[in-house]
Structure formats: C-alpha cells, structure tokens
C-alpha cells in the first residue's frame, strides 16, 4: 500500500514538473484601439464663438460670429434667430441686417433678403465703410469684400433672383465704386450686372460692362466669375468653362449656372435646361449658382 502511494506520488510530482505543452501563438498584429473621429472644424469654431458670447451676452460682434459660425454649418434658421435676437439689441445695425439679408437668400426668402439689404444700405449711409472679416478665410487670408460691397452684392442678387432685373441693376450701379476697388468683387459684381442687363436686352451694355474684364487679373478666390465673364465677352469657349470642374461642388454650380444662362442667351434651350437639371439634382444647396439654377428651372417650368 505504502508503496503504491509512493509510486504515485512520484508520477504526480514527475508530471507537474515536465515542462508544459506549448500551445499555439497567433503571429497577428494586435488590433488598434479605434480612434474618435476628428471634429468638425466649423463645430469647434461654433463651440468657440458661442463661449465668448456666454460672457459678452450683449456684444454685437459677438452676436454675428455665432450666427455666422451656425450659416456655415449649413443652420440658417437657428442662425436668423441669432440675427433677430441681436436686432432686439441694436436695431439700427446694418451689420446684422446684412448677414440676415444674406441667409434669406440662402433660404430661399428672397422677398425678405430685399426688405433686409435695403434697410441695411440705409443704415450704412452716414457710416464709413470697413472691410469685413472673412469666417471662411481664402488661401491668403486677405478679404475680398467691405460691408458695403457686401450689402451691394447680396441685395442686387436677391433682386437678381426676384426677376426684378432693373433694380438689380440699379443696385449694382449704386455700388460700383465699390465694386471696383477689388479685382475679386469686380469680377463676381459685373458676371450677375452682366446677366441683368442680358436679361433686360440691354445688350450693348452688358457687353461694354464685360469688355473692362482683363484675363491677367489677379485673384484671390473668384476664378469661375473671371471665366464666366470671359464667356459671355466672347474671350472663352464655352466647352472650356466646365473642364475639369467636378459636380457636386460649389464651383460646379458657379460656373454651370453661368454657362447655362450663355446657352439661354444665344437660344439653347436644350443644353441649358439639361445643365440646370444637374446642377439642381447634384449641386451643394447653398451656392449662388444652385439657387439661381432652381429659380431659372421654376420660370421654365412654370412651377
């Protein structure tokens, strides 16, 4: 008995000591822990513009940075809120009045963008002008507008938009000197005060508007209405205006609403109409170019 017991235990002690059986090792890479995805810069810029109105509540710049930073986040509602409540605080701002003027085209309001910018031009005629900041700066970081160029641009193109072509002219008549001071606003003011006067048969001056558009002109931002401006003054092919333009952006819209009004211009229904459909199905919503395209397709249609 004593030595069967002895005997197993020596088998027990000789098996925990024998080296264990290696067992299978897997070669893979461990997996990485998933990282949080980046944050919007735009929503950070938000973040950032509502905290300093958190401590300045009735700052008017501090106002209109929030309601700027929500525009470009594609918020225009909560952003004309922002506008109306800072109206409630000053409501003699031309400043404010802009940028609201501005969004209601934006939301398709062009009735109410017209009421706004022409109380916002008022507004501003006893004030000097100043330049305005840009929220979504240009490669060199320099402005390309004033407020004054600004108001100008935004109500001559609501009326633009309202089909109110004379008083869309009228408005860029008043702001020309403005309008001339930068190669940028020049170029993107004569492309829709072009447009006008085409609309109007006002032909001969459309064109000598267009003749004082040089193609060495030194830009900032605004290439596609320096192309578009060479099209309709006979200086660009109209297979060029698109080349290498992918839709579904912004500059697609720019320049497809423009070659589309050439077309319309010189009887083209066909080729128009096909290219406002596109711009209207792939587009960004809330370019110029998009808009101008659903009003365009509206009028053809009739509804």
Wanted: include cysteine; glycine fraction near 6%; charge should be neutral.
């Amino acid at each position: 008995m004593r030595t069967a017991l002895c005997l197993f235990l020596t088998l027990t002690i000789a098996a925990c000591a024998a080296p264990a059986k290696p067992t299978a090792t897997s070669t893979a890479e461990p997996k990485a822990e998933p990282t949080a995805p980046a944050k919007d810069p735009k929503l950070i810029a938000l973040e950032e513009a509502q905290a300093a109105l958190a401590m300045d509540p009735d700052n008017e710049e501090c106002i209109i940075w929030v309601g700027r930073r929500l525009a470009y986040l594609g918020r225009f509602q909560e952003a004309q809120a922002q506008y109306t409540q800072g109206l409630g605080l000053y409501p003699k701002s031309y400043k404010l009045m802009r940028h609201r003027g501005h969004r209601w085209i934006a939301l398709r309001r062009f009735d109410i963008a017209v009421a706004d910018l022409t109380r916002a031009e008022e507004l501003m005629q006893s004030q000097p002008d100043e330049v305005e900041p840009d929220g979504m700066p240009n490669p060199a970081g320099i402005p390309i507008g004033t407020y004054r160029s600004n108001i100008t641009y935004h109500l001559a193109l609501a009326h633009f938009l309202r089909g109110e072509y004379a008083q869309a002219c009228a408005a860029w008549e008043r702001g020309g000197g403005t309008n001339a001071a930068n190669p940028d606003r020049l170029v993107s003011s004569t492309y829709w005060h072009a447009l006008a006067l085409f609309r109007l048969n006002r032909d001969s001056e459309a064109l000598a508007l267009l003749g004082k558009i040089q193609p060495d002109l030194k830009l900032l931002e605004n290439e596609s209405y320096l192309e578009l401006c060479l099209l309709f003054a006979g200086k660009r092919k109209p297979q060029a205006v698109l080349e290498g333009i992918p839709p579904g952006t912004s500059e697609h819209a720019t320049r497809g609403f423009g070659l589309s009004a050439w077309y319309r211009l010189y009887d083209k229904s066909a080729e128009a109409d096909a290219l406002v459909r596109e711009i209207v199905e792939r587009d960004p919503e809330n370019s110029f170019g998009r808009i101008a395209a659903e009003v365009d397709q509206k009028r053809a249609t009739g509804h």
